[in-house]
Structure formats: structure tokens, C-alpha cells
């Protein structure tokens, strides 16, 4: 079956744009484990100019509007990109210094080239605000916390 017809045959899956709201339950979401002496950062929100500003009020304003984020209060950047449109992203290493990281081995690049010998087809796939296309568990919400000039979220 040729890729075109089966991207129009599941246009279900592979919407142009996300739809308003959370993504659905699973029986697995999203969770962000910590280190038992984790501590909250309180570094404030970086200094932006007046384009910048405007242009995330504006991205705050639409994921408020779709459900995507909430006003939030818990205690717990755009990336360097210039070109228009800013791609809006939010600095986690503090978070992730105060996780625990799951111990799983990835698999060597010499093994993933031999299964992949002889394979004629491959592909690659990126979600579109992959980001937003997965359940954050609600005990891990605070930890997902960013501040702008006005508020929380």
C-alpha cells in the first residue's frame, strides 16, 4: 500500500493539527520520578525583549485556550532558533538533575545497523508538538511548571 493512501486512509492519526484539550488517558502517562532530597528551583523567568515577550503571550494565550496548560502555583525558553516562528521551549535540566533516571541500556549502533541490513523501506517520524501528545500524570504536573512575566503555569 503506498504511503499516501495509507496517511488519507488514517487521517485520524496523523492530523494536520492537534485537537483542543489533553490527550486521552493510557494506561501508562507520562511521570516524572524525583529524588527524594529534590528541591524546587526558584529561578525566575529569563529576560526577554518586547517581540519575545509578545510572542509568548501569545503562545500562552493559545495552549490556555486549548487546554494544553493551566494557571498553576506549585514551587516546582525559548530555544536559540531565530528565525520566525519561535519555537517555544522550556528549560528542564534543573528538573532533570533533581530525577531519578531509569537505568536502561540502549542498544549499541553496530546492532541497530545489522538489524537493519538489508531493509529497503525505512522511515522516520516526527510528531507534530510531540510534547503535547502525551498525558502528563497529575502527581507530575507541578514538576512540568514554567513561569513567565505575569504568571505560572
Known amino acids: 500500500m503506498p ?3 495509507l496517511l488519507e486512509e488514517f487521517t485520524d492519526v ?3 493539527t492537534l485537537p483542543d484539550g489533553l490527550p486521552p ?3 501508562v502517562d507520562f511521570e516524572l520520578k524525583m529524588k527524594p532530597d529534590a528541591v524546587p528551583s526558584n529561578r525566575g523567568p529569563f529576560r526577554l525583549s518586547k517581540v519575545e515577550q509578545d510572542a509568548l503571550d501569545l503562545f500562552v494565550a493559545e495552549k490556555l485556550k486549548k487546554g494544553w496548560i493551566e494557571v498553576s502555583d506549585p514551587p516546582w525558553v525559548r530555544s536559540g532558533n531565530t ?3 519561535i519555537r517555544w521551549v522550556i528549560d528542564y535540566r534543573y528538573v532533570n538533575s533533581q530525577s531519578i ?3 536502561i ?3 549499541r549502533i553496530e546492532e541497530i545497523s545489522n538489524r537493519m541490513s538489508g531493509c529497503v523501506i525505512f522511515s522516520v517520524l516526527d510528531l507534530a508538538q510531540g510534547y503535547h501528545q502525551m498525558r502528563i500524570a497529575f502527581q507530575s504536573r507541578k514538576y512540568t511548571a514554567f ?4 504568571e505560572t503555569y
Open 25 to 27: 488517558s493510557r494506561p
Open 101 to 103: 533516571v531509569p537505568n
Open 147 to 150: 513561569r513567565t512575566h505575569s
Open 3 to 5: 504511503i499516501t493512501k
Open 14 to 16: 496523523f492530523p494536520e
Open 105 to 107: 541500556p540502549l542498544p
Open 83 to 85: 528565525t520566525l516562528p
